[in-house]
Each structure stands twice: as structure tokens, then as C-alpha cells.
């Protein structure tokens, strides 16, 4: 069985928080959260999560994955859906917990991700960005 796949959510009026996220930031910061997505792409069933301090479940299904830089931090909020994982929040950190909204926005991305993958037909735009099936 393939790996998993890290795709970008994407919402209703066709944009991509995270996408958008990483594409303001300076190219090594970017560069170096692009190499933590990535890793993600290496998961599968018999190894599902990065391990800490890579990766760590915030709630529920709800991962955060770790990146630092000098002294920045980065968290990206994703869930898995099959052999997709969302990536539906990005954010620097600048306190000792994850901001309370930031991990509401995730929560919600997930709610509409979900509502348009299940519906019968799907809802256009993909709920999922260009790379997602």
C-alpha cells in the first residue's frame, strides 16, 4: 500500500490557508516548513504520525506538526482523511499553547472539508487542493 499524501485544504471560495500561508513567508522559512510537510508524505498504516517533537495530537484526530527555526516557531493543524492528510491551519507560535482560534479554524475547516467530500455529488471547488484525488 502507498503512503499517505499531505494536500492542502481548500475552501469554499477556492483559496488555501496554508498554501497562502507558506507562500508570505521568507524562502528559508518556507523552505524548512515545506521540508516538515513533506515528511508527512512518508507516512503510512504501519507508521501513521511523525514522532515527537515532530508531530503531536492537539484533540482528537487533530495533529499539530512542530517546525523551528533559530528561534521561530511554525505549527501546521492537519487531520487525516483515508490516505489524504489535510492540512487545514498554519501559524508561527509565539505562546506555550496553541492559540484557542487557531485551533477552532482547524476544527472548522474540517467540518466544511467533510461536508463537501461526503456530499453526493461533490461540491466544486475541491474541498482538497490541486494534488488531492
Not at 39 to 46: A, E, K, P, V
Not at 94 to 105: D, H, Q
Not at 116 to 122: E, I, K, L, T, V
Amino acid at each position: 500500500m502507498s503512503g499517505l499524501q499531505a494536500v492542502y485544504y481548500r475552501a469554499s471560495d477556492g483559496s488555501e490557508p496554508v498554501r497562502e500561508f507558506l507562500a508570505d513567508l521568507d524562502a528559508k522559512r518556507r523552505a524548512a516548513l515545506m521540508r516538515q510537510i513533506d515528511r508527512l508524505n512518508g507516512l503510512s498504516d504501519t507508521v501513521p504520525h511523525l514522532p515527537f517533537p515532530h508531530s503531536s495530537q492537539v484533540e482528537g484526530e487533530l495533529r499539530e506538526l512542530r517546525c523551528h527555526m533559530g528561534s521561530h516557531h511554525y505549527r501546521v493543524l492537519y487531520r487525516r482523511s483515508g490516505r489524504l492528510i489535510v492540512l487545514l491551519a498554519a501559524f508561527p507560535k509565539t505562546t506555550g499553547k496553541l492559540p484557542r482560534a487557531e485551533v477552532e479554524t482547524a476544527q472548522k475547516r474540517w467540518v466544511d472539508f467533510k461536508s463537501r467530500m461526503d456530499a453526493q455529488p461533490r461540491r466544486p471547488p475541491r474541498a482538497a487542493g490541486r494534488d488531492a484525488p
